[in-house]
């Protein structure tokens, strides 16, 4: 299931637990790296770095692919994609393999091919969409910034 509305985001972020995120990076100046430092320290999720060429990200162990984080961990909930378009089809496989609940891609990582056979798998799918951002809209770290978070209520929603 296509997952656009920010209600149906909110549900997935609510019942999910573990994020294992493809593609997270060690560089600081890289998005994936930012996405995986504020996720690990703001949100309730565990998240974990999938990345062949890096053993931790600050302090966190790192696995080299995703079959086997699910191996040693179990399914994650959420499969948080940061890689090229190109190499989504082999992704998604990756995670219906691993028994994923959802996929989420990140900002610009579009492929038509993967997202419908992630949807017809029965994970959720949220497409074009920054993790981080959504949680921060979510938890009321939006709106600070005077960022209009989507929400029609004043009252920030306690934390799971």
Do not use: H
């Not at 600081?28 to 990200?57: D, Q």
């Not at 921060?136 to 929400?151: M, P, Q």
């Amino acid at each position: 299931m296509i997952l656009d509305t920010i209600s149906a985001r909110r549900d997935l972020l609510e019942r999910s637990k573990t994020v294992a995120m493809i593609g997270a990076s060690a560089n600081p100046l890289r998005p994936s790296y930012t996405v995986f430092s504020y996720l690990r320290t703001t949100s309730p999720f565990e998240v974990t770095p999938i990345n062949p060429a890096l053993r931790e990200i600050d302090g966190v162990k790192a696995y080299p692919s995703l079959d086997a984080y699910a191996r040693e961990r179990g399914a994650p909930d959420i499969v948080d994609v940061f890689r090229k378009p190109s190499e989504l089809v082999a992704v998604v496989q990756d995670a219906i393999g691993a028994g994923a609940n959802a996929v989420w891609f990140q900002y610009g990582v579009i492929n038509a091919d993967a997202i419908r056979i992630a949807d017809e798998a029965g994970l959720a799918v949220v497409v074009d969409r920054c993790m981080k951002v959504e949680w921060a809209r979510l938890s009321g770290g939006l709106s600070t910034s005077g960022l209009n978070s989507g929400l029609i209520t004043s009252r920030r929603r306690p934390l799971p």
